[in-house]
């Protein structure tokens, strides 16, 4: 059994460690972990312009599945099969905004062209800002806005 004063500089460690690691989260965000967080650009969709877009995104991005859905939009699952209790969708960021998908999980009603960019977050490290929400990963969208 640990004494008052064990428990408290362990207790002290921890707090260190949780603060450290926390205060490191900056540099982990600009050198991201491989596989942690992958970006297609509106580059990326324009040089290939006759592609669909689930196959420049499966291309890009590794260890996602993206299907075509009945109504035409695209579902993306980054986690694995399916659960029978919950949802296996991702959370859908568009413009900061949370965006709830449509049926069997999929997003319609975008252009591709007006895509700037798309960013899949996979790792729990990667999505702990969105906390319970972002458990299936997290996918990013980014509009390009309108020139005036």
């Known amino acids: 059994m640990l004494s008052s004063f064990s428990r ?26 491989p596989g942690s967080r992958s970006i297609v650009t509106s580059e990326d969709l324009e040089r290939s312009p006759g592609e669909p877009i689930e196959n420049i995104l499966m291309s890009k991005v590794s260890g996602i599945v993206v299907t075509r859905a009945p109504d035409g939009g695209i ?32 997003l319609t009603g975008i252009n591709p062209y007006d895509i700037a960019s798309i960013e899949v977050l996979k790792d729990a490290a990667a999505t702990a800002m969105y906390g319970v929400r972002g458990a299936n990963g997290v996918i990013v969208i980014k ?6």
Do not use: M, T
């Open 75 to 106: 579902a993306i699952r980054i986690r694995g099969g399916s659960s029978i209790s919950g949802s296996n969708e991702p959370l859908y960021i568009i413009n900061g905004i949370a965006f709830q998908p449509g049926p069997e999980g999929s």
């Open 8 to 33: 408290l500089v362990l207790s002290c460690n921890l707090l260190f460690a949780v603060v450290a690691g926390c205060a490191h989260g900056g540099a982990r965000n600009d050198n991201p972990a």
């Open 143 to 148: 509009l390009k806005q309108g020139r005036r």
